[in-house]
DNA sequence: CGACCGATTGACACAGCTCAAATGAAGTGG
DNA sequence: CCACTTCATTTGAGCTGTGTCAATCGGTCG
């Protein structure tokens, strides 16, 4: 039950993305999923480049290293979203995967993936704008470590992953159960391990967040997503406009800039 | 001539990613461009989702503001890049588009655009490994901006802007008319403008580069490479590992993570 | 010549980093 | 059930990279 509750998410927000048949739910369902336990922080390659990830439950994310051992943690998959999708097409563009906290995985091959995808010009449209809003979470990454200080930076990563999660039916209450360390905290937003405490503590006597190690509860949704500057908007994968000659055009896919 | 020149450059990046027929050049020689001269720092919105734009001369770049006035450059397009291919999927990923220093510019229908992927699936495949590409950039910037100094981070602007440049034929001496200002530059790596001002005045000491109003030339790449811990892997378009079974295949061209 | 814009400088303030040590929580083995 | 280890969080103190503010300088253009 696990695994359907994976498919429900990804459903939920394909959904939202694209009008679906029952042809393309089964074309999902049927995905030769192999499912897994990670263990907190552990890296995720099995058989990488060849297959892809799909996150189950817990948290995944790509990092990038830097002499001095720094770490820096570049996009971060919540339940329901895709990892590892361009290795093969490109290897050169792959990032290191790896658990965020424990995790459950599914893996399957990239081959299978892509003949759902070209059976259902929906699905493939889908997963198109999926791609988009991966990319304008980048860059709405780049803009938060550049010009956000680090309070804000927390906050931004806080309201964005409870939006996310939203999404996929996940964290309706502002709570989710979350393994992460402050460390991994501070890797994503690009601040030392010791001033990522200093901050969460600061989010806890602003009264805005509970944070412990296994959960994270907003308290005050509003304050917070003003003090992050946090609007949702680049996260909406809805067609404001559709039209209809465009609907059957996989190309322009990845044009993304 | 201008436009020839950037088809030229254009087709250059196209055949390192893809192998083109000559029905497939004729296909790009054919794109409807409507070309333009830009104020340095202009906004580019004319028909903004409607069209797409190529970079003929010179720079452009995308951008986001935030309170205070703060802005944050979160991509930069070069001579033969295209802009703004987004926006008629998904309107709400759109990012501010404006010329750095004055630029020449083309704009073009998505349709046009659209209708040449979806004829041929080299080109196609060739822009999604595009895509793939600009993912990977953002990620790099994402590092840079979270686990670069100020002097490392602008090093690594220069850096990929060189490469990039020399991927489609040009700076092949190191050396870029370029009418940045400092403000630019301050902005495109997350620092303030004064600061900016004396990193590149220590870029200039170390004799790493010379860089003025007009012009940059980098007079020490090894150094300028290794202080800015820049390595062009992730710029490169080539497929590694071409599989027969998958250039027919337009899906999973955006799934890119 | 004046106006304007970008580059440059200097002085000072502060956010965030590093180092180092203490505390706390969870698990292991005896 | 108690040492003992291990790993994450927490705290303190001092340091430094970068930001802010406010002038000044220099070139360009009308």
Redesign the pocket.
Known sequence: MEIGRSYSRLLTRLERAAVLTGADRELIADLPLSVANVE??AAITAGHGERCFLVVNGFACGSQRLG?N?RQITSIFVPGDFAGLNGFLLPAATEHLSALGPAVIAALPCDALEDALHRSPRLAQAFRRRGLVEAAILREWITSLGR??????VAHLICELVFRLQTVGLAGDLYVPIC???????DAC????????????EL?RLNLVE????HLKVRDWDALAALAEFTGDYLREQAVQVRQSRIETPALASLGN
């Open positions: 907190a922080g001095g720094k956000r200080e680090a309070l804000a930076r992460w360390t402050q460390v991994d905290v501070a690009g601040i030392s391990a010791v001033h990522a405490n200093r901050v969460v503590q806890r944070w412990t190690n296994k």
